[in-house]
């Protein structure tokens, strides 16, 4: 997404992360593939995220712990709007001069669920050899309700030895990659099932009916007046709004919010972190199962609660400020 959700870029002991943050990464180009933050290994493997931010200008620090990463960040001066496939080249490129050979692990998250099926003309992933692993989601838009994940390498070598669990059970050596050893097996049985069941048409078709009804609601909410989008899902079926700068100060958005609650809407409103947090945005995942007409319905309560909300005669109760919203 654009606004409350930008990319970043980690560079964790054996590589480069791309975080699409809520999948922007994946987006047909422009801002949500602009790389907005990193962050440098730290002693001991782990990573510290480093602002980068193109709206207040912070500056890179780098760890001293891991001095090699400075001339990794000097290499990459134009960090801010590096697309995937321009940072795997500007990493070539600094193979090239400095002999540092810098993978890069893919965070699809949301968006390596889309980006196959409505934008595959990007080249995000193991197309691009420097691409090493690639981790997403399977719920949301993998079609699988919450509990399972997929990390994806590119070989075994690629697969870090000290991730691996081995133990011995059931009689025989058991590798296991899992933070816990037994858990259920339905969600990734689920998911090969989708798989096999609705295959890359399948897929293309409900990701795309996704996309149409979220573009659908937030062309909608952009046509009441009161709001100004961060985008309109047309990279992921996911978009966010604002109350238009100066319009009101009798109410709010956690107000809409309420108002849709009692109509059985849940809608949440939440404060951006960081430097933004007086700015507050709502935002809807469109899912496969939300048909036209249902967002029909919710696009025609959002402007009634927004007609009843605006002919207050007086301002609405203080709003209760609710925690930031983390990817």
Same mark, same amino acid.
């Given at each position: 997404?654009?606004?409350?959700?930008?990319?970043?870029?980690? +560079?964790p002991?054996?590589?480069?992360?791309? $975080?699409?943050?809520?999948?922007?990464?994946? *987006?047909?180009?422009?801002?949500?593939?602009?790389?907005?933050?990193?962050?440098?290994?730290? !002693?001991?493997?782990?990573?510290?995220?480093?602002s980068?931010?193109?709206?207040?200008? &912070? %500056?890179?620090?780098? $760890? $001293?712990?891991?001095?090699?990463?400075?001339e @990794?960040?000097?290499?990459?001066?134009?960090?801010?709007e590096?697309?995937?496939?321009?940072?795997?080249?500007?990493?070539?490129?600094?193979?090239?001069?400095?002999?540092? =050979?810098?993978?890069? &692990?893919? =965070?699809?998250?949301?968006?390596?669920?889309?980006?196959?099926?409505?934008?595959?003309?990007?080249?995000? =992933?193991f197309?691009?050899?420097?691409?090493?692993?690639?981790?997403?989601?399977? &719920?949301?838009?993998?079609?699988?309700?919450?509990?399972?994940?997929?990390?994806?390498?590119?070989?075994?070598? %690629?697969?870090?030895?000290?991730?691996?669990?081995?133990?011995?059970?059931?009689?025989?050596?058991? #590798?296991?990659?899992?933070?816990?050893?037994?858990?259920?097996?339905?969600?990734?049985?689920?998911?090969?099932?989708?798989?096999?069941?609705?295959?890359?048409?399948?897929?293309?078709? @409900?990701?795309?009916?996704?996309?149409?009804?979220?573009?659908?609601?937030?062309?909608g909410?952009?046509?009441?007046?009161?709001?100004?989008?961060?985008?309109?899902?047309?990279?992921?079926?996911?978009f *966010?709004?604002?109350?238009t700068?100066?319009?009101?100060?009798?109410? %709010?958005?956690?107000?809409?919010?309420?108002?849709?609650?009692?109509?059985?809407?849940?809608?949440? !409103?939440?404060?951006?972190?960081?430097?933004?947090?007086?700015?507050?945005?709502?935002?809807? +995942?469109?899912?496969?199962g939300?048909?036209?007409?249902?967002?029909?319905?919710?696009?025609?309560?959002i402007?009634?609660?927004?007609?009843?909300?605006?002919?207050?005669?007086? #301002?609405?109760?203080?709003?209760?400020?609710?925690?930031?919203?983390?990817?």
């Amino acid at each position: 997404m654009t606004g409350p959700h930008p990319m970043r870029v980690a +560079v964790p002991t054996r590589g480069v992360e791309v $975080d699409d943050g809520q999948g922007g990464v994946l *987006a047909p180009g422009g801002p949500p593939r602009r790389i907005t933050a990193f962050a440098l290994a730290a !002693a001991g493997g782990t990573a510290r995220y480093v602002s980068f931010d193109l709206v207040n200008g &912070h %500056g890179v620090e780098v $760890d $001293d712990a891991a001095p090699e990463w400075a001339e @990794i960040v000097a290499g990459l001066p134009a960090l801010v709007e590096l697309a995937v496939d321009d940072l795997a080249a500007a990493l070539d490129a600094l193979q090239e001069r400095t002999g540092l =050979d810098v993978p890069i &692990h893919v =965070d699809g998250a949301s968006g390596a669920m889309i980006a196959p099926f409505l934008q595959p003309e990007i080249e995000w =992933d193991f197309r691009l050899e420097r691409v090493h692993s690639i981790s997403t989601s399977g &719920h949301k838009y993998g079609l699988v309700y919450p509990g399972v994940g997929w990390v994806v390498w590119r070989t075994r070598d %690629g697969l870090p030895e000290e991730l691996v669990f081995r133990v011995s059970y059931l009689g025989g050596n058991m #590798p296991t990659l899992a933070l816990n050893f037994s858990r259920p097996g339905a969600q990734v049985l689920l998911q090969y099932f989708q798989f096999l069941r609705l295959g890359r048409e399948g897929y293309t078709a @409900i990701q795309q009916e996704c996309q149409d009804v979220a573009r659908y609601v937030a062309h909608g909410i952009e046509e009441i007046g009161a709001f100004e989008l961060w985008n309109d899902g047309s990279d992921i079926p996911v978009f *966010a709004w604002r109350l238009t700068a100066g319009r009101t100060e009798s109410w %709010g958005l956690y107000h809409l919010s309420n108002r849709l609650r009692t109509k059985g809407w849940l809608v949440p !409103a939440y404060p951006m972190p960081d430097d933004l947090a007086d700015l507050t945005v709502q935002r809807i +995942v469109e899912r496969d199962g939300v048909s036209r007409d249902l967002a029909s319905e919710l696009l025609e309560d959002i402007r009634v609660e927004t007609a009843w909300l605006d002919g207050l005669a007086s #301002p609405m109760p203080a709003q209760v400020r609710r925690s930031g919203l983390h990817h």
